[in-house]
């Protein structure tokens, strides 16, 4: 199936009739805040899951301005991954994208970083962390790098995982239920609390 169709099947799924949550968490750097990210999952029947994820920054700090918004769109069917798209724009200039859409056999990946597979079911992914208790996982699909990647137990209810792209994530839960997270970087660490 061609990218062109997973679109047309995703803009489907998203227009059916379903339950939806949304969940708004604001981004924090220095103890300031600089953004949000908003979440939302639809659930269509018992077949599918509509996620879409997105994250918006401004941040001046030292001789660094930077400007961020990342979207992902992300399909799971029948509890696995059937397609993901992800791009993030930082400074009005595309930093990095991918399209990831499973063709029957393997995952087809192509973005930034050129063309290649990944093999074996995807069950888990990043934007699941904000409805589902990532405790309970060992792998993980990080959709930004659009790779799969280890998600370790670093105390009871904390979780981290590392991306290729040199970030360290760390999320908590409590209660089967995300309550923060960080994502640690060369220059700085940038923080994740719920919305009041």
């Known amino acids: 199936m061609k990218l ?13 009739p379903g339950s939806a949550q949304l969940v708004k968490y604001d981004i924090l750097l220095f103890n300031e805040r600089i953004g949000t990210v908003v979440i939302t999952k639809k ?11 997105e994250s918006r920054t401004k941040a001046n700090f030292l001789w660094i301005k930077r400007e961020n918004y990342t979207r992902y769109d992300v399909v799971y069917r029948h509890g696995q991954l059937y397609s993901s798209e992800a791009k993030e724009i930082e400074n009005g200039k595309l930093k990095r994208w991918n399209k990831v859409l499973h063709n029957g056999q393997a995952y087809e990946v192509e973005g930034n970083k050129g063309k290649t597979l990944l ?20 792998k993980l699909f990080y959709e930004s790098e659009a790779e799969v990647t280890s998600l370790k137990q670093i105390s009871p209810g904390t979780m981290e995982y590392k991306g290729s ?8 839960f409590q209660d089967g239920r995300l309550v923060a997270a960080e994502t640690h970087v060369s220059i700085a660490s940038v923080k994740l609390v719920p919305s009041n």
Request: hydrophobic letters at 50%; charged letters at 15%; a negative charge.
């Open 4 to 16: 062109g169709t997973a679109v047309f099947l995703f803009v489907l799924l998203a227009a059916s």
């Open 43 to 53: 659930t269509v029947g018992d077949t599918a899951e509509i996620y879409m994820l």
């Open 119 to 138: 093999n074996g079911a995807i069950v888990f992914s990043v934007v699941k962390m904000f409805f589902e208790n990532g405790t309970k996982q060992q």
């Open 165 to 172: 792209d040199g970030s360290r994530n760390v999320y908590v």
